[in-house]
């Protein structure tokens, strides 16, 4: 992905960045906070006769993540509402930031949201990918704000990954936690229908008297 610098050393004239479309197409770097939407989504699909049953209220812990979300939103709303305001009154360019930072402020309230009337099992894995992607959307408003600034290449591409990089592990962890749940789940419903058409008595059949 290449990213062009354009830096203006006199007073009153835009500071800009820009992605270069010849690297990666714009739409789809707007786009990248939706990857934990698509692998919850795939997660889903394949386990989608273990998303329907309901889950115990007492596992779903609404006051807890409620309170956990939102103490998270509030950084997403400072920084959509600080960008908004030095973007307005600078001319910075700072769209890229402005979007991440909003799509994590209105992922973190619909996760909120959610809490209230959440009980099937997809309904755990929709709230998760919503704060997956409001967490991936703060990362993303930090690396645009990096490539924007007046700092050594080599600096912002680390700093870039130092970023990424625990998002990225953490995310695959726990995509392989809950599937190695339902996995199990699933092994321990087939192993009690088993065990139950062994347990069941047998049909007997009346014959009818000619």
């Not at 820009?18 to 934990?36: E, Q």
């Not at 394949?46 to 979300?69: G, K, N, S």
């Not at 209105?106 to 409001?134: D, F």
């Amino acid at each position: 992905m290449d990213i062009l610098h354009l830096a203006a050393p006199c007073r009153n004239v835009p500071v800009t960045f820009t992605l270069d479309r010849k690297g990666v197409d714009l739409d789809l770097f707007y786009a990248l906070p939706a990857l934990p939407v698509v692998t919850r989504l795939l997660l889903s699909v394949y386990w989608d006769w273990l998303m329907i049953p309901r889950v115990a209220e007492a596992a779903q812990e609404r006051d807890l993540h409620r309170e956990t979300i939102l103490s998270l939103a509030g950084f997403s709303f400072t920084a959509v509402a600080a960008l908004a305001v030095l973007d307005a009154t600078s001319r910075l360019g700072l769209q890229a930031s402005i979007w991440f930072s909003l799509v994590s402020f209105l992922s973190y309230v619909s996760a909120s949201n959610l809490q209230s009337y959440k009980s099937r099992r997809w309904h755990g894995q929709l709230e998760s990918a919503l704060t997956e992607m409001a967490s991936l959307s703060l990362i993303l408003t930090l690396i645009t704000l990096l490539f924007g600034a007046k700092l050594e290449e080599h600096f912002v591409y680390a700093a870039s990954l130092a970023a990424l990089i625990p998002w990225a592990l953490d995310h695959t962890i726990r995509i392989s936690v809950d599937w190695q749940y339902l996995s199990a789940l699933d092994e321990s419903q087939r192993e009690g229908e088993d065990l139950w058409r062994q347990r069941r008595p047998p049909v007997r059949r009346l014959r009818r008297k000619r």
